[in-house]
């Protein structure tokens, strides 16, 4: 019967020599839906070898199989064949893939250490959104703000005695300013439309941002907007909803 080995882009340990956790999280957007899942897997073990300058060899062997930022595939072969689904995943479903976060860490320096044998420790991190995120909006905001409207006073500063209030106008501009900012996951967000486009008083402002490099994948794609409004008239209305 074959063994179970752990293999890490095309880095093989004995599993009978290692230990392997797995913990999983849920990434949610601040609208609070579930969007990926952020696993970590943690390998331990002991370096073995008859001398120092064989765990030297194999030191140095897993920094190599290790370095930090590397990625690959993780799996974790079943005798009779297959991957544990358990614990194993593909390295292109993840989020810039399954990388190292945490290089090799050796300890137990004491006694036996680096003689013939070496603790060692290997953190691994992967990000798996969910099938159903290809447009998702990883959070969304929009404020509007209203002034004027009423009379405008205005203080006459007398040369003694207090200043005099003075009605100037019995009304004034109705003025409101629609703004706010949305991220996508993998594509950039369509923006909303002004909310009264027929007292639009200047073009929109408009910024895009660069999207978040992770490895070869690019995500949170940022746009903000901004309009501004006049009329005669009282301006009334809401901002608009996630995902409106």
Request: overall charge negative.
């Amino acid at each position: 019967m074959a063994e179970m080995l752990l293999k890490f882009a095309g880095f093989v340990h004995q599993v009978a020599e290692v230990d392997v956790s797995l913990t999983a999280e849920s990434l949610f957007t601040t609208g609070g839906t579930p969007w990926a899942t952020l696993k970590r897997w943690t390998i331990s073990g002991d370096l073995l070898a008859d001398n120092s300058a064989g765990i030297d060899a194999a030191a140095k062997a897993l920094m190599d199989a290790y370095p930090a930022g590397a990625t690959g595939d993780f799996s974790l072969t079943l005798p009779a064949g297959g991957n544990a689904v358990a614990v194993s995943a593909l390295s292109a479903d993840a989020l810039g893939g399954i990388k190292v976060v945490r290089p090799p860490s050796f300890s137990g320096m004491a006694n036996s250490g680096y003689v013939t044998t070496l603790p060692f420790s290997v953190e691994l991190e992967g990000t798996f959104p969910l099938a159903n995120v290809a447009t998702a909006l990883l959070s969304f905001s929009e404020s509007l703000v209203f002034d004027g409207g009423g009379p405008l006073i205005a203080y006459l500063e007398l040369v003694s005695g207090l200043p005099r209030a003075q009605r100037v106008r019995d009304a004034t501009v109705y003025r409101a300013t629609q703004s706010g900012q949305a991220v996508g996951l993998y594509a950039y967000p369509i923006r909303p439309a002004p909310r009264w486009p027929a007292s639009l008083v200047r073009p929109p402002s408009r910024e895009v941002i660069s999207p978040r490099r992770d490895g070869d994948e690019y995500t949170d794609y940022t746009i903000s907007w901004s309009y501004e409004f006049e009329s005669a008239y009282p301006l009334s209305g809401i901002p608009n909803f996630w995902g409106i």
